[in-house]
């Protein structure tokens, strides 16, 4: 004797339906070491600002701050005109891991990255406060940490 014979039903929802959904779905899923949020600053008063005091610490003279620019912050000394703001996706985002090394990066962060000649970055998080203040952090191109100031 032959069990009774089920009747294959058509699915309630077309499968067109449920591939479309399954391919969204995976769109949505975020893929490792890319995000959503950009990762550079935009270039703004901010930008210019903190572009600005680097160059005025290149050029100084006085011995207070060249003091505090070679002893205490660890600033190397390059051309102003290599002083400039970054604006590459790749290079802020390990600015941004390098700056909060070794805690994890805060999510929606951004940072402020200028490159100081070939081999340095100085890096501020707007966002990471030490009280009022906030940190400027120098790097070398393999982004270990060299030195900065708060103020």
């Known amino acids: 004797m032959v069990g009774p014979r089920l009747k294959s039903r058509r699915p309630d ?3 067109l339906v449920v591939a479309v959904i399954t391919l969204i779905s995976l769109a949505s899923v975020p893929v490792p070491g890319r ?3 950009p990762a550079c600053q ?3 008063a901010r930008a210019a600002s903190l572009v600005s005091e680097l160059r005025h610490l290149m050029a100084a003279t006085d011995t207070w701050t060249v003091k505090e620019r070679d002893s205490i912050a660890h600033v190397p000394v390059v ?3 290599e002083v400039r703001l970054v604006q590459d996706e790749r290079i802020c985002r ?3 891991a390098a700056y909060h090394r070794p805690h994890a990066v805060p999510r929606g962060r951004a ?3 200028v490159q100081l000649g070939p081999h340095y970055y100085a890096v501020l998080d707007p966002d990471q ?3 009022e203040f906030q940190t400027v952090r120098v790097f070398t191109s393999d982004w270990t940490d060299i030195g900065g100031w708060t103020g």
Request: charged residues 5%; proline residues 14%.
């Open 13 to 15: 929802v077309p499968l």
């Open 35 to 37: 995000s959503l949020t």
């Open 42 to 44: 935009p270039s703004n």
């Open 79 to 81: 051309p102003a005109t």
């Open 94 to 96: 390990e600015a941004l």
């Open 111 to 113: 940072v402020y990255v």
């Open 129 to 131: 406060l030490a009280g």
